[in-house]
């Protein structure tokens, strides 16, 4: 069975940063190319960040510069370090392992306020 279980999620004041998480089980986690997407109230699920099994990186224009996705194969965990936080990068933000076959996490919630 295939679980990927986000954590990290919180309250921050704008400026402030996190640190997401998305332990997975069920899957060859190193040949997997894992992403952060986010869903905003009322708006369609946006691609965050990608990583490759060859640690190549792929960022949306809006966190370009402020959040690193890295990934350690040993703990079959990946993450986001976000920084720099805005209230618009208020949302739900999900974890996705992808290959083949495609497997969501269940998300965690995200919000920058003062």
């Known amino acids: 069975q295939v679980q990927l279980v986000e954590s990290g999620g919180g309250l921050v004041q704008p400026g402030g940063s996190l640190r997401l998480s998305c332990a997975a089980s069920?899957?060859?986690?190193?040949?997997?190319?894992m992403g952060w997407y986010r869903q905003a109230p009322g708006k369609q699920r946006e691609l965050v960040a990608t990583i490759t099994k060859f640690d190549s990186t792929n960022y949306a224009e809006f966190v370009k510069g402020r959040f690193i996705i890295s990934r350690d194969n040993a703990k079959n965990t990946v993450y986001l370090q976000m920084n720099s936080l805005k209230p618009e990068d208020t949302a739900v933000y999900y974890c996705k392992a992808d290959n083949v076959r495609y497997y969501w996490g269940q998300g965690t919630q995200v919000t920058v306020s003062s």
């Open positions: 069920g899957i060859i986690f190193s040949i997997y190319r």
